[in-house]
């Protein structure tokens, strides 16, 4: 039997365990959401009071000018297209390619599953390397084509485990075995049952892979030759590093040069990163429970 000292000393302990997890809560949200912020205020700011140190929070100096920059590139134009196309189409061939390896290997009655699963899991820890890769992608007469963006890597070892624990241990397998019953084949039952009850799951990859998608700019730094097929973070690159002269101009001294270069590289981490921010909300929701429900049984 618990006195009412106990219950006070409980419910205090409680209330300073809150507090200590919204504490740390909240010092991460600052570690994490500052530095964003102080990047947004910085490319809209003075490159002047950049330089100098005066923008913390907000804005200071308010000018577009370094994005009327960015903007006015041809480069950044043709990189976001190629950049949209290679994760649109990129997502689609992972989405297809991890689906139809996942289910079958998620089936029990698959013969030689375990063996199967064994290879699969081998190729996380083991890879031929770089060079093997790039002879691969030569060999095949891909090098230097929009395909060398999208074949390697068409499958994620890890996403495809966790798709298959999802089809595993989410779809009941009296569901299937009554669609089997009734006549379904496993092409019917992948594209009428299965698919339509994994759309968190689904949801989950179309954020990892498209994420990736975005963000890669090693395979195109290694395959790609013709600029016409860069994506954008390889243009962003070439921009940071090696082409600010051609951004800032040519008619500035060379302090206004280095200062709106300053404030162009806050700009291009804008541009380059807003359409991922615009898109995760609408699938945040999916998130933890596509990764959650795919890796606990019951």
Same mark, same amino acid.
């Given at each position: 039997?618990?006195?009412?000292?106990?219950?006070?000393?409980?419910?205090?302990?409680?209330?300073?365990?809150?507090?200590?997890?919204?504490?740390?809560?909240?010092?991460?949200?600052?570690?994490?959401?500052?530095?964003?912020?102080?990047?947004?205020?910085?490319?809209?700011?003075?490159?002047?009071?950049?330089?100098?140190?005066?923008?913390?929070?907000?804005?200071?100096?308010?000018? *577009?000018?370094?994005? !009327?920059?960015?903007?006015?590139?041809?480069?950044?134009?043709? @990189?976001? %297209?190629?950049?949209?196309? #290679?994760?649109?189409?990129?997502?689609?061939?992972?989405?297809?390619?991890?689906?139809?390896?996942?289910?079958?290997?998620?089936?029990?009655?698959?013969?030689?599953?375990?063996?199967?699963?064994?290879?699969?899991?081998?190729?996380?820890?083991?890879?031929?390397?770089?060079?093997?890769?790039?002879?691969?992608?030569?060999?095949?007469?891909?090098?230097?084509?929009?395909?060398?963006?999208?074949?390697?890597?068409?499958?994620?070892?890890?996403?495809?485990?966790?798709?298959?624990?999802?089809?595993?241990?989410?779809?009941?397998?009296?569901?299937?075995?009554?669609?089997?019953?009734?006549?379904?084949?496993?092409?019917?039952?992948?594209?009428?049952?299965? *698919?339509?009850?994994? !759309?968190?799951?689904?949801?989950?990859?179309?954020?990892?892979? @498209?994420? %990736?998608?975005?963000?890669? #700019?090693?395979?195109?730094?290694?395959?790609?030759?013709?600029?016409?097929?860069?994506?954008?973070?390889?243009?962003?690159?070439?921009?940071?590093?090696?082409?600010?002269?051609?951004?800032?101009?040519?008619?500035?001294?060379?302090?206004?040069?280095?200062?709106?270069?300053?404030?162009?590289?806050?700009?291009?981490?804008?541009?380059?990163?807003?359409?991922?921010?615009?898109?995760?909300?609408?699938?945040?929701?999916?998130?933890?429970?596509?990764?959650?429900?795919?890796?606990?049984?019951?």
């Amino acid at each position: 039997m618990h006195t009412s000292n106990d219950t006070g000393l409980r419910s205090r302990d409680d209330k300073i365990f809150d507090a200590v997890v919204y504490g740390i809560t909240i010092l991460l949200f600052i570690m994490v959401g500052y530095p964003l912020l102080f990047v947004i205020s910085a490319s809209f700011s003075n490159p002047i009071d950049v330089v100098d140190g005066r923008v913390w929070l907000l804005p200071k100096g308010f000018t *577009l000018e370094p994005y !009327k920059l960015v903007f006015e590139n041809e480069k950044i134009w043709n @990189g976001y %297209a190629n950049t949209i196309f #290679y994760a649109v189409a990129g997502t689609i061939i992972n989405l297809t390619m991890t689906v139809l390896a996942a289910y079958p290997l998620s089936r029990k009655d698959l013969p030689g599953q375990s063996y199967l699963m064994f290879f699969v899991t081998f190729t996380m820890f083991f890879s031929g390397g770089l060079i093997p890769t790039y002879l691969l992608v030569k060999d095949l007469g891909i090098n230097n084509t929009v395909w060398a963006m999208l074949l390697p890597g068409a499958i994620a070892t890890y996403n495809l485990i966790v798709m298959r624990s999802f089809f595993q241990n989410s779809i009941p397998g009296e569901l299937q075995e009554s669609a089997w019953m009734d006549g379904c084949n496993f092409f019917r039952m992948l594209w009428s049952i299965i *698919l339509p009850l994994s !759309k968190p799951i689904l949801a989950v990859m179309v954020l990892f892979y @498209g994420v %990736a998608h975005w963000n890669s #700019y090693f395979n195109a730094l290694i395959y790609l030759k013709d600029r016409d097929l860069y994506p954008l973070q390889l243009v962003l690159r070439e921009i940071l590093i090696l082409n600010q002269d051609d951004m800032t101009g040519g008619d500035i001294g060379m302090t206004e040069r280095v200062m709106m270069a300053e404030s162009i590289k806050y700009s291009v981490i804008i541009v380059s990163s807003a359409p991922v921010l615009l898109l995760y909300p609408f699938i945040q929701r999916y998130f933890v429970k596509g990764v959650m429900i795919g890796s606990i049984k019951g």
